[in-house]
């Protein structure tokens, strides 16, 4: 499976922004997909996180109840919708696929990567 992030960009506090992660090829072996992020000199950390049905959701507390996550089944589509958004947001975010829901806060068992997303968010 190979997935693609976009829809970073510079936003001031209090704005929102939506990213998208359009996934492709062995979508079949996709059972969830997580969003993360990477501020400088931090290591990545799982920020929200969605069923394949899209009928479960996860989320960090740090995001929880301002970002909400979903997928459109329509396109093999997952968003995150970020609202509220915070300096502290500020990170290069990306989407990954796993293959068992159960992992989808596990990093280091994540089948697929998409590139990075950077998200800048002024004060």
């Known amino acids: 499976v190979q997935l693609q992030a976009s829809g970073g960009g510079l936003v001031q506090a209090g704005d929102s922004l939506r990213l998208s992660c359009v996934a492709s090829?062995?979508?079949?072996?996709?059972?969830?997909v997580a969003w993360l992020r990477q501020a400088p000199g931090n290591r990545r950390k799982f920020v929200a996180g969605?069923?394949?049905?899209?009928?479960?959701?996860t989320y960090a507390d740090s995001v929880e109840g301002r970002f909400t996550v979903a997928r459109d089944n329509t396109e093999n589509t997952v968003y995150l919708q970020m609202n509220s958004l915070k300096p502290e947001d500020t990170a290069v975010y990306y989407c990954?696929?796993?293959?068992?829901?159960?992992?989808?806060?596990?990093?280091?068992?994540?089948?697929?990567w998409g590139q990075g997303t950077l998200v800048t968010v002024s004060s």
């Open positions: 990954a696929a796993v293959s068992s829901w159960r992992w989808v806060k596990v990093l280091s068992k994540y089948d697929a």
């Open positions: 969605v069923s394949w049905s899209g009928a479960l959701t």
């Open positions: 090829g062995r979508t079949n072996t996709v059972d969830a």
